[in-house]
């Protein structure tokens, strides 16, 4: 059984590798600092660009992970690349069978395969999107053990 890494994109460790990066990419364009030391803005620049690395890679190196903030969810189970949902657009998600079948508006229907996910990992994807699904309006149809 696999663990799925949850990734909350408004966590505080998110903000500080954002505020790093930002950080750095404004004191390596100021002139007075980058004088002063030899090599400072590429430094800088590098820092910068590794700490933004660090926030989007996590979602390649884990294989199941799923990222959200208040606007939506990316979902990625075995495959490579994830699907991404906007939570106003999700008219009802069901949970049947360690299956996760997500409806959009519009009648397109998207099949996570969970067979392989732990219980406690599934009820955690199942409850980040009973709280954040406009939608839904906490009537998901959740059936299953």
């Known amino acids: 059984m696999r663990k799925i890494y949850f990734d909350n ?3 505080v460790q998110n903000g500080i590798l954002l505020g790093i990066s930002i950080l750095c990419f404004i004191i390596s364009g100021i002139d007075y600092f980058t ?6 803005d590429r430094i800088l620049r590098v820092l910068g660009h590794l700490s933004i690395i660090l926030i989007w890679c996590k979602m390649f190196i884990f294989r199941y992970s799923v990222s959200w903030n208040k606007a939506g969810i990316n979902i990625r189970i075995k495959k490579f690349f994830g699907k991404g949902f906007s939570f106003k657009k999700i008219r009802k998600f069901q949970f049947e069978e360690n299956k996760l079948i997500i409806y959009k508006i519009g009648n397109k229907k998207y099949e996570f395969d969970l067979s392989n996910v732990e219980r406690s990992s599934q009820r955690k994807l199942i409850e980040i999107l009973d709280q954040n699904t406009v939608g839904n309006n906490g009537s998901s149809q959740i059936t299953g053990s």
């Open 9 to 11: 994109f408004q966590s």
């Open 35 to 40: 004088e002063r030391v030899e090599n400072l």
